[in-house]
């Protein structure tokens, strides 16, 4: 079966500065992973995904998140933090091919202080 | 990108009657169609799995008597909360799958029963 872990609950970065948030997967085959944000009371937003290709990808906002096999890792990082950036953030991976259930992480909560 | 709508956005209801919450993609056709339940402070647990014209497909523990779920077109899928009670009351979310394996999602639906 396959899971998410992402670490850390909370997350407290000062405006400007540099973010990672992690996260680590287990999945037997290829996978698909996925990260999406979450604003109080609203749904969820796709930043970026991997299918394959290019271990490094780019979403919106400025996100980006890089693709690690051999540490069953997906970290999303981003250079510069914006306080509009303060949200919940979640990993999830599907199957591949399958195009089926997603299994989400237990998500980050990020601050961002002024 | 791909727009998915729910409506409504928040409900409050009496304990014993029955909510139906829809979920709509604008602008593509959805084959698969997701419905999430969020708890405060938690991730998304999938309940259950909706392809136009079939039976929905339920993950364990959930029962189907009580979620009943409707996939009538490509662009509409319908939940409706049967006989409900206070510890149904929870943040209901769908999303759509495209044909690229991807999962847009909802804005979510506020359920409150009294």
């Known amino acids: 079966a396959q899971s998410v872990t992402q670490p850390d609950i909370h997350i407290t970065v000062s405006e400007g500065a540099s973010l990672e948030l992690r996260c680590n997967y287990s999945?037997?085959?290829?996978?698909?992973l996925f990260w999406y944000v979450q604003s109080p009371g609203q749904g969820l937003q796709l930043l970026l995904k991997y299918f394959s290709g290019d271990t490094l990808v780019q979403g919106i906002k400025g996100f980006e998140a890089e693709f690690k096999r051999s540490q069953s890792s997906f970290n999303l990082r981003k250079p510069s933090v914006h306080w509009s950036d303060a949200a919940e953030y979640f990993c999830a991976v599907g199957a591949a091919g399958g195009g089926n259930k997603l299994t989400f992480g237990t998500g980050t909560q990020l601050k961002v202080e002024l | 990108g791909a727009v998915v709508s729910q409506h409504p956005s928040r409900v409050i209801c009496k304990s014993g009657t029955s909510v139906k919450i829809e979920c709509r993609s604008l602008?593509?056709?959805?084959?698969?169609m997701f419905w999430y339940r969020q708890f405060p402070k938690q991730s998304l647990m999938l309940m259950a799995t909706?392809?136009?014209?079939?039976?929905?497909?339920?993950e364990q523990g959930v029962e189907k008597d009580k979620f009943l779920i409707n996939h009538a077109s490509l662009t509409l899928s319908t939940l409706t909360v049967t006989s409900a009670h206070p510890e149904d009351s929870s943040f209901y979310i769908c999303s759509s799958r495209t044909g690229q394996e991807t999962q847009y999602f909802g804005p979510g639906t506020r359920l409150l029963v009294l």
């Open positions: 999945y037997g085959a290829t996978p698909y």
């Open positions: 909706s392809n136009e014209g079939s039976k929905a497909t339920y």
């Open positions: 602008d593509f056709q959805a084959t698969t």
